[in-house]
C-alpha cells in the first residue's frame, strides 16, 4: 500500500505552539514496503511548533517509518515557540526530519528560526542515518537559524544540496549561498522561493530520472498513483527533455533543444505546438526553446508564438543556447550565430501571447525580401495588460528591403503592438523602401507602459523609382505611448524621405539618446553625430555595429542596474521589471555592465575596451 500525500498547501496562519511538535507525520508503524509513505509537492508555511523538552525535537515533516518520501515540498517561516512569544520553545525545531529508510529530495527549506532566544537548535533537513540507509539529494535549506543540514549519525547519503552555511557536503555540495541569491522574495507575507534567473541552484542538480532505487525498493512515484519526483512545485517535467536539473524544489525552466543534428524539436513551429502538453509543463513553469546553429531556421510565414494559455505557463523564450549566439554581427558577416532565414515576402516572426513571453540572442536576417504591403519582421503584441511583459533583447534585425507598390503602409523592422512591452539591446539596420509607405526601425503604438532601452538603429532610407517617394522615416517612433522609458538608444543615418527623423517626438524628449539630426531632444542627448564616427564598419554587407575608439556614445548612457520601474505612481502595478529579469544589463555581446560596474553607454553595444 502506498500512502500519499500531495499538492496542498498548509497555511498555518500564525497558529499552532501548545504541545504541536509536527504537521507532517509517516509513522506507519511497520518496517516492510506495506509501509510506503509520501509527502510531495505540498507548501507549508506560517507555522508555530509547540513547547517541548530540552532535547526533544519537533519536525515540520517526520519520516520516522521505512520507505518513506519527502519530495519538492516549500517550508518557510516556520518558528519554534508559541505566537505571542510566551512559553519559550527549549527543543530541537527541524523542518525535515528522517528515521530509518527514507529519500528526501528536491526540497527547499527556508527560514527556520525560534520566537526567542533559547536554548534549542533550528535545522532545515536533520538525518537520523542510526537505524538504515537515507539518501538526500538536491534539496536547498537556507537561511535556518542553527544549521541548514545535520547528520545525526554515518549511514546517510547527501549529495547535489545547497545550503547558506557550510553544512550541505557530499559530491556536488554547493555552500554558503543566501537567500537573496537564490529566491525571488523572502519578504514576509509575500515569499516566493521561485528560482531567479542568476540562481546558483540552476542546471548543477543530480539528474534522478523518474525514481531512485536502494534497498530494493523503488522511490519517487514510478509505477504508483503518486506526483513523480521528476515533476517540479509547478508539475514541470524536469525529466522530459535532455536538461540539467536544478537544485531545489523549483525547475527555473523546462528547456528543449531546437535544431536539426538530433535535438528535441528541428524547428521552433513544433516546439510551440507543444507548450500546452501537460507531459512537459505545469501552472506556472517557464518554457524555454534553446535553439542552436545546426542550420538556418528558415521561415516562409508566420512563426506564432501564442501557446501556453492552456496550461497557463509563467514564461515563454526563444532563445540561442550558450554558444551558438551571434557575436552582435549578423552570420553574414561572423559566419556562425542562430540565424532565422527569411525566404518569402509574407514571413514574420510574431509573439501573440498574454504569457510574459521574450525573444532574444536571435539574428533575424530578412534577407532583402520585398514585401507587397505593410510588413513587420519581427512583431511583439499580446499580454495587451500590463502584469504581462513581452520582449525582444539581444537581437539582430536587418535587411528588410520593404515594398515597391503605392500601400501608404508601413516598412519597420520590430514593431510593438500593446502595453508591457520591452524592445532591449537590439540591432536594426538596412530598413528601407521604395514604395509610398512610412520607415521605422522601431515602432510601438498607441499603448503604455512601454520600455525601449539601449538599442541601435543605424541605416534607414527610402529609394527612388517607386510609385511615389517615401514619406517619413524613423529610427525610433512612438505613437503617443504614456508611462514609458526610452533612452540609451542611438539612431542614426535616416535618409531619402520626405521627411526624416531619428526620433520621433515621444521618443526624442527621453533622456540619454543620440541622433545624427537634432530630435535627441531630451536631457543628457547628443546630437548631431556623424556615424562614421560611431561604429567599427559600416560596409554594406560587412557591418559590425559595435562602438569605437572615440565615440560618442561611450559612457554617456543612464546606469539601470538590472531594473527599473516602469509603471510609477501605481500601486497596483509598480514593480521592478523585466520580469524575466537580468535582461536589461546584458549588452549585445552577452557583457552584463552591471556586474562589471561598468558606467554605462548608450546603444547596445558596452564597449569597456574603448576609449
Not at 552555511?165 to 514576509?188: C, E, I, M, Q
Not at 501557446?307 to 523564450?317: E, K, N, P, S, Y
Request: aromatic share 10%; with cysteine.
Amino acid at each position: 500500500v502506498v500512502k500519499s500525500l500531495e499538492w496542498v498547501e498548509m497555511d498555518q496562519n500564525g497558529k499552532g505552539g501548545g504541545g504541536c511538535t509536527k504537521v507532517l507525520r509517516h509513522y506507519a508503524g511497520g518496517w516492510g514496503q506495506s509501509s510506503i509513505g509520501s509527502f510531495n509537492h505540498c507548501m507549508v508555511h506560517n507555522y508555530y511548533l509547540g513547547n517541548i523538552a530540552a532535547g526533544d525535537q519537533a519536525g515540520v515533516i517526520r519520516m520516522e517509518s521505512q520507505y518513506g518520501q519527502a519530495h519538492n515540498n516549500l517550508l518557510f517561516n516556520i518558528k519554534a515557540g508559541n505566537p505571542s512569544g510566551s512559553n519559550p520553545f527549549v527543543g530541537n525545531l527541524f523542518g525535515i526530519k528522517t528515521a530509518r529508510t527514507v529519500l528526501v529530495s528536491n526540497n527547499t527549506v527556508y527560514g527556520l528560526k525560534h520566537v526567542d532566544s533559547t536554548s534549542g537548535e533550528a535545522m532545515g533537513i536533520m538525518t537520523h542515518a542510526t537505524h538504515t540507509t537515507q539518501e538526500v539529494y538536491n534539496n536547498i535549506c537556507v537561511g535556518n537559524e542553527t544549521q541548514d543540514f545535520h547528520d545525526w549519525g554515518t549511514g546517510a547519503v547527501h549529495s547535489h544540496n545547497l545550503s547558506s552555511d557550510s553544512s550541505a557536503t557530499g559530491t556536488g555540495a554547493v555552500t554558503g549561498k543566501s537567500a537573496a541569491s537564490l529566491f525571488v522574495s523572502t519578504t514576509t507575507g509575500s515569499e516566493d522561493l521561485s528560482l531567479i534567473s542568476t540562481a546558483p541552484a540552476i542546471g548543477v542538480g543530480k539528474d534522478l530520472g523518474t525514481k531512485v532505487t536502494f534497498g530494493g525498493v523503488n522511490y519517487g512515484g514510478e509505477g504508483t498513483c503518486m506526483t513523480h519526483l521528476n515533476r517540479d512545485i509547478f508539475d514541470g517535467n524536469r525529466d522530459v527533455f535532455s536538461q540539467d536539473w536544478d537544485i531545489g524544489a523549483n525547475q527555473y525552466e523546462i528547456i528543449a533543444k531546437i535544431g536539426t543534428s538530433s535535438r528535441d524539436y528541428s524547428t521552433i513551429i513544433a516546439w510551440e505546438a507543444d507548450l500546452d502538453n501537460t507531459d512537459y509543463y505545469g501552472k506556472g513553469s517557464y518554457a524555454k526553446g534553446e535553439c542552436y546553429d545546426d542550420s538556418d531556421f528558415e521561415i516562409n510565414g508566420y512563426i506564432n508564438i501564442n501557446g501556453g494559455a492552456t496550461v497557463d505557463l509563467g514564461r515563454v523564450v526563444v532563445s540561442a543556447a550558450v554558444g551558438q549566439r551571434h557575436d552582435g554581427t549578423a552570420k553574414e558577416v561572423s559566419g556562425s550565430g542562430v540565424r532565422v532565414k527569411f525566404t518569402h515576402a509574407w514571413a514574420t516572426f510574431v509573439i501573440n501571447t498574454a504569457r510574459n513571453a521574450w525573444v532574444e540572442w536571435i539574428d533575424f536576417d530578412v534577407n532583402d525580401q520585398n514585401v507587397v504591403y505593410g510588413y513587420f519582421p519581427v512583431k511583439i503584441t499580446g499580454g495587451l495588460y500590463r502584469p504581462y511583459q513581452n520582449g525582444i533583447a539581444q537581437c539582430l534585425v536587418h535587411n528588410n528591403a520593404g515594398s515597391s507598390a503605392d500601400t501608404g503602409s508601413h516598412t519597420v523592422g520590430i514593431w510593438a503592438i500593446g502595453a508591457g512591452k520591452f524592445i532591449l539591446n537590439n540591432i536594426v539596420y538596412n530598413i528601407t523602401s521604395n514604395g509610398n509607405e512610412d520607415i521605422y526601425g522601431i515602432y510601438s503604438n498607441n499603448q503604455d507602459a512601454v520600455a525601449i532601452i539601449n538599442n541601435t538603429v543605424y541605416n534607414l532610407y527610402g529609394q527612388s523609382g517607386g510609385s511615389s517617394n517615401v514619406d517619413e522615416v524613423y529610427g525610433i517612433q512612438t505613437g503617443g505611448t504614456v508611462n514609458a522609458q526610452y533612452s540609451n538608444n542611438i539612431s542614426v543615418r535616416m535618409y531619402g524621405a520626405d521627411d526624416n527623423y531619428s526620433f520621433g517626438t515621444t521618443a526624442g524628449a527621453e533622456p540619454n539618446n543620440l541622433s545624427s539630426d537634432s530630435t535627441a531632444a531630451g536631457t543628457d542627448c547628443i546630437t548631431g553625430v556623424d556615424y562614421n564616427d560611431l561604429f567599427v564598419s559600416t560596409s554594406p554587407g560587412a557591418e559590425d555595429l559595435h562602438l569605437k575608439n572615440g565615440a560618442s556614445a561611450l559612457r554617456a548612457g543612464i546606469d539601470f542596474g538590472q531594473h527599473f520601474v516602469v509603471w510609477p505612481g501605481e500601486a497596483a502595478y509598480e514593480t521592478n521589471v523585466p520580469v524575466a529579469g537580468n535582461i536589461l544589463n546584458i549588452d549585445i555581446d552577452g557583457r552584463d555592465r552591471d556586474a562589471e560596474d561598468d558606467t554605462w553607454d548608450i546603444g547596445a553595444d558596452q564597449c569597456d575596451s574603448c576609449s
